[in-house]
């Protein structure tokens, strides 16, 4: 079942001051404004730039060791960090349960699993159900044949982990579940593929997700995790969707066929390196607060570093039922912050996008301009706080994006864009650090920027 199937709005009673003269005929006065100043800019270099290395993030957190190995490592596995030791080791084939063998056997366990097809039909809601410390699911390929867990009946997770009695929809739970593994195998035709719930390390390594309704890769409300060398295709809401979790890399993975290939909402302390991204409507995608399914309690949600992945081409049709939050997201777009703080785009490629390359909006600008509501009341932000603000994105480069541009409200297409009323910074300043994005010829990457007043310069204030 999924977990967003509309926008839901939260009243936030006395949260942040009400924009009030933020006009809900804005859209109009947008469309105006662009007829009358089709034009686009380009980045001018006004401020000094940082240094922008891996010295540049905060202190502590465990990624910031971990991105200079993987830029020497690879596709190598980097193993996320766990207390299991001295595992056991069981041998399936196909026609043998892997529930079965899940149920009876202790916590440190390696289950694995010989090439073929695997069908589990002792669970309505899970393909397999892990509820135990430190197992590893382990596959194999052989000829090209290669470890599959497959669908049967209602079932709505292919592979879920998380503690005993906290299940799929949980948005509580009062225990944690230590160190799962999945290794090689593949997940198909379920509503969510592999999902964690409440997981303190986890691994997804070399895995596949094909056809999963909603969500391909899934860990939510879970830490310490790495995503790496895994293909995700297929799914009507996110390929990889990391929701309310926190130190989790996504790395070297390839990302097609999904409405968001990488989704990230409510997570702090991301590191997404080396992906493929295509051929989705949508390449990678932050999103507000009020666009997630969850909302854990450790804010600010931040300090994510998007670094050398390959983003393109995602033009795909948006297939996503009427009505529903995905529904209402633009295809043709590389990457996407919609009123998010705090995070690091840097050296990627962006490439053949019809819509741009990145785009910004304020949360509450993305209310007015596609939802036609005000940015007050119940449609107020969840977390009181609208801005798309202190966010970095240096050095990437852009080539072929912007072809079409948003024709419905007239606006151009550009490499990079940004559209924020000065009233959704709340009084305070705009912190956010355009620099040294270049097209093909070295020159400046091309721009459109408002804050619906007039057109203006890429913000440049948090370039210290």
């Not at 050398?308 to 912050?337: M, T, W």
Request: hydrophobic share 35%; with cysteine.
């Amino acid at each position: 079942m999924p977990e967003k199937e509309l926008i839901k709005f939260y009243s936030v009673p006395h949260a942040y001051p009400q924009i009030s003269t933020f006009p809900l005929i804005m859209k109009f006065a947008v469309k105006l404004l662009f007829v009358s100043t089709i034009l686009i800019l380009q980045e001018e270099n006004v401020i000094a730039s940082r240094k922008i290395d891996t010295e540049s993030a905060p202190k502590g957190h465990s990624f910031v060791k971990l991105t200079k190995k993987v830029r020497k490592q690879g596709r190598r596995m980097i193993k996320s960090e766990t207390s299991c030791l001295n595992f056991n080791t069981i041998l399936l084939s196909p026609g043998e349960s892997i529930q079965d063998a899940l149920d009876n056997a202790p916590e440190n366990t390696n289950i694995r699993l010989r090439p073929g097809d695997y069908i589990e039909e002792g669970n309505s809601d899970y393909g397999l159900r892990i509820a135990k410390n430190c197992i590893r699911l382990i596959g194999s390929i052989h000829r090209n044949k290669r470890t599959r867990i497959l669908h049967s009946g209602e079932q709505q997770v292919g592979v879920y982990a998380a503690p005993p009695g906290c299940e799929f929809l949980a948005n509580e739970c009062n225990s944690t579940l230590t160190g799962f593994s999945i290794i090689r195998i593949d997940v198909e035709n379920f509503q969510n593929g592999i999902q964690t719930r409440f997981v303190d390390g986890f691994e997804f390594l070399n895995c596949k997700s094909i056809n999963n309704l909603n969500n391909g890769l899934y860990p939510t409300y879970s830490k310490n995790g790495i995503i790496q060398g895994c293909v995700s295709t297929g799914s009507l809401d996110a390929a990889i969707w990391v929701a309310g979790s926190r130190k989790v890399q996504v790395l070297n993975n390839d990302v097609s066929e999904s409405v968001t290939g990488i989704e990230i909402t409510v997570s702090k302390d991301l590191y997404i390196a080396n992906n493929n991204v295509f051929n989705n409507v949508v390449g990678i995608g932050m999103y507000h607060a009020n666009m997630a399914g969850t909302l854990p309690d450790f804010p600010p949600y931040n300090n994510c570093v998007i670094e050398n992945n390959d983003v393109y081409d995602n033009n795909k049709e948006n297939n996503a039922p009427d009505g529903s939050f995905q529904a209402s997201i633009l295809s043709g777009i590389g990457i996407l912050l919609i009123g998010v703080r705090g995070e690091t785009i840097r050296e990627n490629r962006v490439e053949g996008h019809v819509i741009g390359g990145v785009m910004f909006f304020g949360f509450c600008t993305v209310q007015q301009l596609f939802f036609q509501v005000d940015c007050v009341g119940s449609n107020a932000p969840i977390d009181g706080d609208p801005p798309v603000n202190d966010n970095t994105v240096i050095g990437n480069k852009f080539e072929r994006n912007g072809e079409v541009g948003i024709p419905d409200l007239d606006i151009p297409g550009a490499d990079i864009f940004y559209l924020q009323s000065e009233e959704e910074l709340l009084m305070k300043p705009n912190e956010n650090c355009f620099k040294d994005n270049t097209s093909p010829d070295g020159k400046p990457a091309s721009f459109f920027a408002t804050d619906f007043v007039s057109p203006i310069l890429l913000p440049t204030g948090g370039c210290q």
